[in-house]
Structures are given as C-alpha cells and as structure tokens.
C-alpha cells in the first residue's frame, strides 16, 4: 500500500489513498480536485524514498469535501487574589479532504471533478439564501476593482460649513432657522 507523507498548514500528515483527513482551512469548494506538492516522503510497504527536503515530481491529488468549524477550545487565564480572570474561545476552521491519488515521477492527475458533490453544494447554498459565490469567481470579481486608479475614482463630497454656507448664498444655516421659529413660537403665544 502506497502512503505519502504531506506538508499543509504548518503540519504535516501521512496520508494513503482513500483516508479521509482534516486539515487546516483551504480555499476550495465540494467536489473540486485539489493537489499537494510538498510532499516529504513517499514509500511503498518497504520501499520509502525521503525527499531533501521535498521528493521530486511527487504529488498528492484529493477532493476537497466540505470546511468546518472545530469544537470550540476554551482559554482561561487567571490570577487568584488579583481580580484577573479572562475567558476566551477559538474556534478552528478545518478542511476535510478525501486522498484519492499518490503520484511519483511528475505523472499527471487523473481526478476529476466531482460535479454531483459540487451542484449540491451550489443548491444547499441557493436554498439558505446565501449567495454561492465560487472561489475563482470572487477573485475575478475583486481583481477590476483594484485596478481602478484616483483619477477614474468619484471625488468625495465636501462637507460644508456654515461659514461657507452662508458665503455662498445658500439658505440660513439650521441653527439660525431655529432661532427664528422659536421667536416666532413666543411671539404666537403673546
């Protein structure tokens, strides 16, 4: 049996095809097909080739399943007789992917994409009233707007003042409306 040893999130796993593991938060979508290139070590029963420190043209393919929350972890600090008690908690984000494929010698994926996993997610999204918005399509989307320069940006409107209000002919400023509707409320009622 072919295992491989990968490096992902600051961690690293050992892996086989068909394990199902939990890894720190990537970016992908149900069904997609995602790859590892950091891979540390391949072997095969006896056979266990180290990398120095990556095995060259190794690759891990899996599909990406699903992102969720972990348990939470409760952090509790505390000073007794200090009046110093402070309650924290995290909740890690952790990607589930199932391996489908160790390759050596710079061999191609064969993974495809998982379309059935990948339209119930998109109606799972749909019917929660969030809007599904994949990956690709958000950096797409995000991409435009950071090319807009000052120049084709619109100019922000300047605040007035009641100086300048005044200067410029416009109506009396609010405050001196007031003051007239009030001396006009004391002249009503005598």
Same mark, same amino acid.
């Given at each position: 049996?072919?295992? &491989?040893?990968?490096? $992902?999130?600051?961690?690293?796993?050992?892996?086989?095809?068909?394990?199902?593991?939990?890894?720190?938060?990537?970016?992908?979508?149900?069904?997609?097909?995602?790859?590892?290139?950091?891979?540390?070590?391949?072997? !095969?029963?006896?056979?266990? $080739?180290?990398?120095?420190?990556?095995?060259?043209?190794?690759?891990?393919?899996?599909?990406?399943?699903? $992102?969720?929350?972990?348990?939470?972890?409760?952090?509790?600090?505390?000073?007794?007789?200090?009046?110093?008690?402070?309650?924290?908690?995290?909740?890690?984000?952790?990607?589930?992917?199932?391996?489908?494929?160790?390759?050596?010698?710079?061999?191609?994926?064969?993974?495809?994409?998982?379309?059935?996993?990948?339209?119930?997610?998109?109606?799972?999204?749909?019917?929660?009233?969030?809007?599904?918005?994949?990956?690709?399509?958000?950096?797409?989307?995000?991409?435009?707007?950071?090319?807009?320069?000052? !120049?084709?940006? =619109?100019?922000?409107?300047?605040?007035?003042?009641?100086?300048?209000?005044? !200067?410029?002919?416009?109506?009396? =400023?609010?405050? !001196?409306?007031?003051?007239?509707?009030?001396?006009? &409320?004391?002249?009503?009622?005598?």
């Amino acid at each position: 049996m072919t295992f &491989a040893v990968i490096k $992902t999130g600051g961690k690293q796993y050992k892996v086989a095809a068909n394990d199902v593991v939990k890894i720190e938060k990537i970016a992908g979508e149900p069904g997609d097909v995602v790859t590892f290139d950091q891979v540390l070590l391949v072997g !095969e029963g006896d056979d266990v $080739t180290v990398g120095a420190p990556l095995v060259e043209g190794a690759l891990v393919a899996g599909q990406f399943i699903a $992102t969720e929350k972990q348990r939470t972890v409760i952090i509790l600090k505390k000073e007794r007789r200090q009046h110093y008690d402070r309650r924290n908690g995290h909740r890690q984000r952790l990607s589930t992917v199932r391996i489908t494929e160790i390759l050596t010698g710079g061999a191609a994926v064969t993974t495809q994409v998982d379309e059935i996993a990948k339209a119930r997610y998109l109606k799972a999204a749909a019917a929660s009233g969030a809007t599904a918005v994949s990956v690709t399509e958000a950096a797409a989307k995000a991409a435009p707007a950071a090319d807009v320069s000052a !120049e084709d940006a =619109p100019a922000k409107p300047k605040r007035t003042t009641k100086k300048a209000a005044a !200067e410029a002919g416009d109506a009396a =400023p609010a405050t !001196e409306k007031k003051a007239t509707a009030k001396k006009a &409320a004391k002249a009503d009622k005598e």
